[in-house]
């Protein structure tokens, strides 16, 4: 299993990688799935900024 810290990991990769394919596209190649990829991953990181727990209480399981 994943730690919070892990999946937070992932998720800031995946921002990264959405970031630039929206950044690297030419105006006339438009598609709306870098920002849904985005938007994706910054809700993902929000909310497992919210259940973050620390990583002293993941490690005693």
């Known amino acids: 299993m ?3 810290l892990d ?3 992932i998720y800031s990769v995946l921002c990264f990688i959405s970031f630039c394919a929206l950044v690297l596209r030419t105006p006339a190649d438009s598609s709306l799935m ?4 985005l938007s994706a991953t910054i809700l993902g990181i929000w909310l ?5 727990t620390g990583t002293s209480e993941e490690q005693k399981n």
């Open 2 to 4: 994943l730690t919070a």
């Open 34 to 37: 870098p920002l849904f990829g």
């Open 48 to 52: 497992e900024m919210r259940r973050w």
């Open 7 to 9: 999946r937070l990991t």
